[in-house]
């Protein structure tokens, strides 16, 4: 802790800045589900919050949710949804055709030019590690027009190249997008529990290092403790930013969100 | 003259398909079937039903696929996007050893998959996983896979040139989904997220629902949009309350977080694992027993606790009519 809140409160915090004001958001299962929640609730009540199971813009008063959605099944996402489909309208219509301004995603690993990794470690034939998989995180990187990504800072999670390519961000550089057949994407964010940082590319992976930038320190936390826990040389922005600390309002939002701590126990973010 | 219609009448139902659990997967599930269980319905109750049974090689497909049946030694075969339960180490050992194969896929290529297994056409496009390894020589043929290159194909539009990846139909020989409401002919409703729920049974050869009640087959009949699967697609029916535990069903009940905790942890090691399927799944004649069983560990009114405490109406029931003949 730092004096009244988490470095994890901080990033969902940050997270939620950050999000709100996006307009029509795919919300990821996880952290993804709170922060959304937080920056719709904090911030931006007209944020548009649809789910990959076919919720569309779900949009109750405040005063109904007692917690943000636990994951893609939770029956609180039919409260005053505009509408309940299934994943071919949310991932194929929505996400394919074009009607998704932003994805919120998480994931296990993330690397230098922002691909994600949801499913193994090491060799795919014998793995070191295999996590459950991807649902529809490939779905949304591949798709999304733009994504942000939520993930606690520790450097098995942040690496130079994923083991495993579930879900590509700039996959190795400019250009390797549309090489892919893959439409440009951007401006990507990544909120960590440290920082903010964006990539270095001004057009959506079309030029430009594509590399992950650090653009906004958190209170307390100096650009030199970032590059200590990435495990590469990192691009630091000319002109860093600090966030400013959660105001009140934000912490009683996100502590009433998550009231049994089911996002933000330590272990599970 | 305008007349309001009264409530449909009873009808005389076709051919009832109300059956017991064991009837159902006994008739219906056949060694080496693939089988759909969908995620956001889950029909937990006739999972643990297949697995009594102890039905043999089987291959479990769904967006979300449960490990109970591979690990039991019930299915070989898994297509999944997400492996419940599959940071077990357990799990990934025995998956390591190569007891089972695994094809990974994304949420939307297996509800698309879905949709061309139920459209009858070969297959159908995506540009999901373009750029990803599910498409890179590292990962297709997928190393511990069964389908080799039938799994996908990297290919161009015929008619702009632009990269896609074709994904093969996708027919699973019987699905088991519980809903909320279903008739004895089959008529079958769920309400909430659907997931891929809608296009594993329509792609589905046999089908057989669970619901948690059995409405007159006059009540779908009166409100047929509210059908996910019309009763001459589906070839059983059961009857289960809290068919879906240890998962929520939208206005009925929550989920279960004890049994979650006791049955998912359990999953973990060989030992724990053992313990689970005695209580829950062999322990238990029928779903009947298991009902009771969860209130003789969770405490007498812990079904009744599950209940769903915030629950609403539509706020204004919709009209169907039409113009009489003039």
Redesign the interface.
Known sequence: MIGEYSLAEMMVVQAAREIAGSGNAFVGMGLPMLATALAKFAHDPGLIYS?????GDWDPPLA?V?HAPSG????????CAAY?????DA??AW??GGRIDVAVLTGAEIDRHGNLNT?LIGD????D???????????A???APRVITIMSLEPRRFVERVS?????GY?DGAG??RA???DPQGRNLVISTMGVFAFDTADGGETGTCEMQLVKTFPDVGADVVQALIPWPLRIAENIAECARPGEEELRLLRHLDPRSFYLRPGRY | MSLTLPPAPERRPRASKLMSAREAVERFVHDGDSVFLGYTSWANALEWEIARQRKQRLAVVATVGSILLPLLGCADRIITAYALGGLSPWFRERLAAGEWKIEDYTNQSIAMMFMAGALGIPFIPTRAMLGSDYVSDAFYPQPNGFLGQDKLRLMESPFGGEKVVALPALRPDVSCVHVQWADEEGNAAFWGGHGEVRWGLWASKRIIISADEIVPASVLRSDPHRVTVPGFMVDAVVHMPFGALPWALPGYYGTSAKLQVDYLVGLRSEAGFGEQVQRWIDGCADHDAFLRMFEERYGAGALDALRADRTWEPERPIRYGWRAAQ
Not at chain 1, 73 to 78: N, R
Not at chain 1, 129 to 139: C, H, I, L, M, Y
């Open positions: 789910t990959e199971v076919g919720v109904e007692d893609i099944g939770d029956p609180i996402l039919d409260r309940a489909g299934d994943m071919v991932l194929g996400l394919m499913l795919p034939a014998a793995p590690a295999r996590f459950p998989g991807t649902g529809g995180n490939t779905d990187a591949c798709l495993f390519l579930a879900s590509p996959i390797a997008r892919a057949g893959l």
